[in-house]
Protein backbone atom coordinates (compact mmCIF):
# COMPACT_ATOMS: atom_id res chain seq x y z
CA UNK A 1 0.00 0.00 0.00
CA UNK A 2 0.97 3.33 -0.04
CA UNK A 3 0.84 6.12 2.37
CA UNK A 4 -1.10 10.00 1.70
CA UNK A 5 -0.50 13.02 3.12
CA UNK A 6 -2.85 15.74 2.24
CA UNK A 7 -2.20 19.35 2.67
CA UNK A 8 -3.36 22.87 1.86
CA UNK A 9 -6.14 22.98 3.16
CA UNK A 10 -7.78 26.42 5.06
CA UNK A 11 -10.67 29.13 5.61
CA UNK A 12 -11.30 30.78 2.14
CA UNK A 13 -14.34 33.03 0.78
CA UNK A 14 -16.47 32.32 -1.52
CA UNK A 15 -15.03 32.97 -5.03
CA UNK A 16 -11.36 32.56 -3.71
CA UNK A 17 -8.85 29.32 -5.08
CA UNK A 18 -6.90 26.75 -2.95
CA UNK A 19 -4.69 24.34 -3.91
CA UNK A 20 -4.39 20.92 -1.92
CA UNK A 21 -1.53 18.66 -2.06
CA UNK A 22 -0.77 14.70 -1.21
CA UNK A 23 2.15 13.38 -1.21
CA UNK A 24 2.16 9.68 -1.51
CA UNK A 25 5.16 7.57 -0.57
CA UNK A 26 5.78 3.75 -0.28
CA UNK A 27 6.71 1.43 -2.47
CA UNK A 28 5.78 1.97 -6.73
CA UNK A 29 3.91 5.34 -5.47
CA UNK A 30 3.99 6.14 -8.63
CA UNK A 31 2.22 3.24 -10.50
CA UNK A 32 -0.92 4.46 -8.28
CA UNK A 33 -4.20 6.27 -9.67
CA UNK A 34 -5.11 9.28 -7.38
CA UNK A 35 -8.23 10.34 -6.63
CA UNK A 36 -9.89 13.39 -4.51
CA UNK A 37 -13.02 12.80 -2.22
CA UNK A 38 -14.59 15.30 0.06
CA UNK A 39 -17.40 14.48 2.82
CA UNK A 40 -19.23 17.47 4.26
CA UNK A 41 -20.98 17.97 7.01
CA UNK A 42 -23.53 15.48 7.81
CA UNK A 43 -23.42 14.32 4.40
CA UNK A 44 -21.31 11.13 2.59
CA UNK A 45 -18.67 10.87 1.11
CA UNK A 46 -18.26 11.96 -2.06
CA UNK A 47 -16.09 11.55 -5.69
CA UNK A 48 -14.43 14.74 -6.35
CA UNK A 49 -12.04 13.45 -9.33
CA UNK A 50 -9.37 11.22 -10.01
CA UNK A 51 -6.43 10.77 -12.49
CA UNK A 52 -4.71 7.73 -13.76
CA UNK A 53 -0.95 6.93 -13.11
CA UNK A 54 0.88 8.87 -15.13
CA UNK A 55 1.73 6.05 -17.60
CA UNK A 56 -1.53 5.82 -18.82
CA UNK A 57 -2.92 8.81 -20.92
CA UNK A 58 -6.62 10.08 -20.79
CA UNK A 59 -8.06 12.93 -19.03
CA UNK A 60 -9.17 13.54 -15.61
CA UNK A 61 -12.68 12.45 -14.27
CA UNK A 62 -14.34 15.24 -11.98
CA UNK A 63 -17.78 15.01 -10.75
CA UNK A 64 -20.49 17.41 -12.55
CA UNK A 65 -20.55 20.05 -9.56
CA UNK A 66 -16.88 21.02 -9.74
CA UNK A 67 -16.50 20.53 -13.62
CA UNK A 68 -14.95 23.28 -15.29
CA UNK A 69 -13.67 24.71 -11.56
CA UNK A 70 -11.37 22.08 -9.87
CA UNK A 71 -8.56 20.72 -11.71
CA UNK A 72 -6.45 17.39 -11.11
CA UNK A 73 -2.77 17.09 -11.34
CA UNK A 74 0.42 15.37 -10.75
CA UNK A 75 3.66 15.67 -10.27
CA UNK A 76 4.90 11.86 -10.92
CA UNK A 77 8.80 13.00 -9.94
CA UNK A 78 7.87 14.12 -6.29
CA UNK A 79 5.09 11.29 -5.99
CA UNK A 80 2.44 13.78 -5.44
CA UNK A 81 -1.36 15.00 -6.73
CA UNK A 82 -2.66 18.51 -6.98
CA UNK A 83 -6.28 19.50 -6.63
CA UNK A 84 -6.46 23.13 -7.85
CA UNK A 85 -10.09 24.46 -6.27
CA UNK A 86 -10.95 28.09 -7.92
CA UNK A 87 -14.32 29.85 -7.85
CA UNK A 88 -14.88 28.38 -4.55
CA UNK A 89 -18.29 27.92 -3.20
CA UNK A 90 -19.84 27.66 0.14
CA UNK A 91 -20.78 24.20 -0.76
CA UNK A 92 -17.42 22.87 -1.39
CA UNK A 93 -16.98 23.23 2.29
CA UNK A 94 -15.97 19.81 3.57
CA UNK A 95 -13.03 17.72 4.26
CA UNK A 96 -10.97 16.75 1.33
CA UNK A 97 -9.49 13.50 1.18
CA UNK A 98 -6.79 12.32 -1.44
CA UNK A 99 -7.25 8.37 -1.86
CA UNK A 100 -4.97 6.10 -4.17
CA UNK A 101 -5.76 2.69 -6.01
CA UNK A 102 -3.76 0.83 -8.56
CA UNK A 103 -7.25 0.20 -10.38
CA UNK A 104 -9.09 3.30 -11.67
CA UNK A 105 -12.51 2.01 -11.60
CA UNK A 106 -12.37 1.69 -7.86
CA UNK A 107 -11.61 4.96 -7.31
CA UNK A 108 -14.31 6.04 -10.15
CA UNK A 109 -16.76 3.80 -7.32
CA UNK A 110 -15.78 5.86 -4.17
CA UNK A 111 -13.34 3.40 -3.49
CA UNK A 112 -9.56 3.30 -2.68
CA UNK A 113 -6.36 1.12 -1.82
CA UNK A 114 -5.47 3.99 0.65
CA UNK A 115 -6.92 7.19 1.62
CA UNK A 116 -4.77 9.93 2.96
CA UNK A 117 -6.18 11.81 6.65
CA UNK A 118 -7.81 14.56 5.09
CA UNK A 119 -7.58 18.05 5.21
CA UNK A 120 -10.84 20.96 6.26
CA UNK A 121 -11.61 23.14 3.32
CA UNK A 122 -14.39 25.88 4.58
CA UNK A 123 -16.07 28.58 2.30
CA UNK A 124 -17.48 31.46 3.67
CA UNK A 125 -20.00 32.98 1.99
Known amino acids: QVHLVESGGGLVQAGDSLRLSCAAS????????MGWFRQAPGKGREFVGA??????????AYTDSVQGRFTISRDNSRNTAYLQMNSLKPDDTAVYYC????????????????WGQGTQVTVSS
Open 26 to 33: GRSAGNYH
Open 99 to 114: AASLRYDKLLQGLADS
Open 51 to 60: IRWMGIGGDP
